[in-house]
């Protein structure tokens, strides 16, 4: 079946630095991949989408790259501020799936004033 | 800005009693998705619905959760026993499942339901 990994342990960074985060996924090769952040008490927001046929996609302060043969997504974070802190969860899907996103189990990253 | 409703937002209940938890998606999102979260853990899919039909519901625990959108637009999920290990955050999400790519569209998600099964 596949598998999604994330980093279970959190991530310190002091502001201003980059924030790398790191989704691994076996078994099976989606046709794009979703990162989400997640603040506490409160349900997943939408942040990035990212095609197979895409090496890399900008929003703002963030960046995603989408390597399909080392079957990894990265999720950068420039300037990072302590509002940044959160949760972040990374979402596999595959081309002609009619299930929904498979989440993995979130990276919880803590920006330091 | 449309969002996602859900109701209640915290729900305490002894175990082997029922518990319904009520969605209202974005007005027009044709699919709508009803997950699990433990803390610590990402959400997992329990019933996905385009319009009124089930279109995947193989980690739903048929034995004890149903979930319903008999109109097409909102929904309702319930379990009947609770059970000590259905403590968890219930979250309603929609998407507009429109185009050929309709799986994937981003979601939104509700605030969820937190449920203390005690």
């Known amino acids: 079946s596949q598998k999604i990994e994330q980093n279970s342990e959190a991530l310190n960074i002091q502001e201003g630095k980059t924030a790398t985060l790191t989704c691994n996924y076996t078994?099976?090769?989606?046709?794009?991949l979703q990162w989400y952040r997640q603040d506490p008490g409160r349900g997943p927001v939408f942040l990035l989408l990212?095609?197979?046929?895409?090496k890399e996609k900008r929003k703002e302060r963030l960046k995603v790259t989408f390597d399909t043969t080392l079957k990894q997504s990265l999720f950068h974070i420039t300037a990072s501020q302590p509002a940044d802190s959160a949760t972040y969860l990374c979402?596999?899907?595959?081309?002609?799936?009619?299930?929904?996103?498979?989440f993995g189990s979130g990276t919880r990253l803590q920006v330091q004033p | 800005e449309a969002e996602v409703a859900q109701s209640p937002r915290y729900k305490i209940t002894e175990k082997s009693q029922a518990v319904a938890f009520w969605c209202d998606p974005i007005?027009?999102?044709?699919?709508l998705y009803w997950y699990r979260q433990i803390l610590g853990q990402g959400p997992e899919l329990l019933v996905q619905?385009?319009?009124?039909?089930?279109?995947?519901d193989s980690q739903l625990p048929k034995d004890r959760f149903s979930a319903e959108r008999l109109k097409g637009v909102d929904s309702t999920l319930k379990i009947q026993p609770a059970e000590l290990g259905d403590s968890a955050m219930y979250l309603c999400?929609?998407?507009?499942?429109?185009?050929?790519?309709?799986?994937?569209?981003?979601?939104?998600f509700g605030p969820g339901t937190r449920l203390t099964v005690l």
């Open positions: 007005s027009g999102h044709a699919t």
């Open positions: 999400a929609s998407s507009s499942g429109q185009g050929t790519s309709k799986a994937y569209n981003e979601q939104f």
């Open positions: 078994n099976y090769s989606p046709a794009y």
């Open positions: 990212i095609r197979e046929n895409e």
């Open positions: 979402a596999p899907s595959y081309l002609g799936g009619r299930r929904a996103l498979t």
């Open positions: 619905f385009q319009d009124e039909s089930v279109v995947d």
